[in-house]
Every structure is written in structure tokens, then in C-alpha cells.
């Protein structure tokens, strides 16, 4: 069983920057890909990257391209750099890890088993 909790989250002003971080905790530490999906009221839930297991391949969503960067460290945290925010990206952030050791990012939300709570991040004037 895998554990998420994610941070960072918040409001802000357009033009502004967050950093969400997630941490994975589990009984014995496995490599898997993560990835960050989000929820805006009254949507349906949304790729917004992803990395794999070594963080040396990534995704990110064309609505995002060029704004925000996921990265990881060598084990079960990974990091959304947003910035340049807009107020379509209002919305809660959620982390999600793939089941299978050594995977690869996926923009899939079905390819991901574990899930946090999420976090919300507001983006007005």
C-alpha cells in the first residue's frame, strides 16, 4: 500500500508561481512513475504531467507546456513548478503513483493506482 500526501498548494495572483511536492510512503521503497492530475469545479479530472521511475522521462499537458516542470528526487517525492499561473488553472492538484516498478510517466489517469487527498490551488486577482 502506498501513502500520498501532497503540499505546497494555495492561492495566488495571475502571473504568479507555486511548488507542489508530493511524498510516497510505503513499508519497502519501490521505483515507480508519479504524476500530477487536476480537478477544476464542475470538470472532469485532467492529466498535468507526469515522470517516470528515474524521473528521466516526463509528460506535461499542452495547456501547461512551457509553465509548470515535474521533477522528482531519487526516491518518492515529486515536485510541480508552476509558474506564469493563469486563473483557468484554479483547481485541486492531486499526486498519483503507478502501480508497476520501474514505469514509465503515463498522461493515462487509469494507468495509476495510488492516489492523495489532493491539494487546492486558486489562481484570482
Known amino acids: 500500500q502506498v501513502q500520498l500526501v501532497e503540499s505546497g498548494g494555495g492561492s495566488v495572483q495571475p502571473g504568479g508561481s507555486l511548488r507542489l511536492s508530493c511524498t510516497a510512503s510505503?513499508?519497502?521503497?519501490?521505483?515507480?512513475?508519479m504524476g500530477w492530475f487536476r480537478q477544476a469545479p464542475g470538470k472532469e479530472r485532467e492529466f498535468v504531467a507526469s515522470?517516470?521511475?528515474?524521473?528521466?522521462?516526463s509528460e506535461h499537458a499542452d495547456s501547461v507546456k512551457g509553465r509548470f516542470t515535474i521533477s522528482r528526487d531519487t526516491k518518492n517525492t515529486v515536485y510541480l513548478q508552476m509558474n506564469t499561473l493563469k486563473p483557468e488553472d484554479t483547481a485541486i492538484y492531486y499526486c498519483?503513483?503507478?502501480?508497476?516498478?520501474?514505469?514509465?510517466?503515463?498522461?493515462?489517469?487509469?494507468?495509476?493506482?495510488?492516489w492523495g487527498p489532493g491539494t487546492q490551488v486558486t489562481v484570482s486577482p
Open positions: 515522470t517516470s521511475w528515474l524521473g528521466r522521462q
Open positions: 498519483a503513483v503507478r502501480p508497476g516498478i520501474y514505469s514509465d510517466a503515463s498522461s493515462s489517469s487509469t494507468d495509476y493506482t495510488y
Open positions: 510505503e513499508r519497502t521503497f519501490a521505483p515507480r512513475a
